[in-house]
């Protein structure tokens, strides 16, 4: 398996764009988890999705950020429009229905200029 | 709310060295506790779970303790190697939340020296 992939690696926009970052969890799993790093923060939760539906989005910043999981290999973050103090490193995680443990993606490091 | 804690949060220690890694959480309702590997620009990797029926989890030279009651789990690394070098949280999901929504905390940044 590839593990949970994430595109792109790295963005780089300017303040105001919109900026859509996307993650395709491991094959079968049916929990999807959107994760912010910054130096400052450290790791947050963002949104969590449950068979494709939002369970708790209470982790989201502000209504600039929205989540969608059309199907259960694909899943989008979206910012718009973006700010400087979004950036960060994004990461999308997924786990099995009767697996703890969460698989992480490489991320994606955002910098709004 | 759920709140963990790691201390120290850099270590630096010879080649050779145990290290003890530090992790206490403030709420004991947990579901299990697990730790996290994460090396410069990467994600996180799983090294080890321990459910919260458990006192302990082995993998290799990696042991990891869960004292719920005092909250707190301990990250035992024996005989520590320079490829050890890596930040290392540990993260709980209460069992209160919603699915396996995991608190994470700090992490510990850890320098293995040849």
């Known amino acids: 398996d590839a593990g949970v992939i994430q595109s792109p690696r790295h963005e780089v926009t300017e303040m105001g764009q919109e900026v859509t970052l996307r993650c395709k969890p491991i094959?079968?799993?049916?929990?999807l988890f959107w994760y912010r790093q910054t130096m400052m923060r450290g790791l947050e939760l963002l949104i969590y999705f449950n068979n494709n539906v939002p369970i708790d989005d209470s982790g989201m910043p502000e209504d600039r950020f929205s989540a969608k999981m059309p199907n259960a290999s694909f899943s989008t973050l979206k910012i718009q429009p973006s700010e400087p103090r979004d950036s960060a490193v994004y990461f999308c995680?997924?786990?099995?229905?009767?697996?703890?443990?969460?698989?992480f993606g490489p991320g994606t490091r955002l910098t709004v200029l | 709310k759920q709140e963990v804690t790691q201390i120290p949060a850099a270590l630096s220690v010879p080649e050779g060295e145990n290290l003890v890694l530090n992790c206490s959480f403030t709420?004991?309702?947990?579901?299990?506790l697990q730790w996290f590997r994460q090396d410069p620009g990467k994600g996180l990797t799983s090294l080890l779970l321990?459910?919260?029926?458990?006192r302990e989890q082995t993998s290799g030279r990696l042991n990891a303790s869960l004292d719920k009651s005092s909250g707190r789990s301990t990250l035992y690394i024996a005989a520590s190697q320079p490829g050890d070098s890596a930040t290392y949280l540990c993260?709980?999901?209460?069992?209160?939340?919603?699915?396996?929504?995991?608190?994470f905390g700090g992490g510990t940044r850890v320098l293995v020296k040849p």
């Open positions: 993260a709980a999901p209460h069992i209160k939340a919603a699915g396996n929504k995991l608190t």
């Open positions: 321990i459910q919260s029926s458990q």
């Open positions: 094959s079968g799993h049916n929990s």
């Open positions: 995680a997924s786990s099995g229905s009767n697996l703890p443990k969460q698989f």
């Open positions: 709420d004991s309702a947990i579901y299990n």
